[in-house]
């Protein structure tokens, strides 16, 4: 992910899985994990992974409007 990529990602910035088009929003955050909502994308653990592929963080894209 490029630094210009990452200043896009703000607090309640969803991101779409390259891989497995699996989306992470902020507001329901991943039960799967144990994140609790309203953690942002950046704001989570260095371990987290792709739920349904386990891709890397760097594998997700802030995805733009709605
Ligand atoms: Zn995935």
């Keep these: ?14 991101l779409e ?3 497995c088009w699996y989306v992470y929003d902020p507001a329901k955050g991943d039960a799967f994990e144990q ?5 942002a994308f950046t704001d989570l ?12 963080q760097d594998k997700f894209l802030p995805i733009d409007g709605t």
């Design 35 to 39: 994140i609790p909502p309203g953690t």
């Design 45 to 56: 653990p260095d371990h987290w992974r792709c739920p349904q592929c386990d891709a890397e």
């Design 1 to 14: 992910m490029t630094a210009a990529s990452t200043l896009r990602i703000g607090e309640h910035t969803r």
């Design 17 to 19: 899985c390259r891989i």
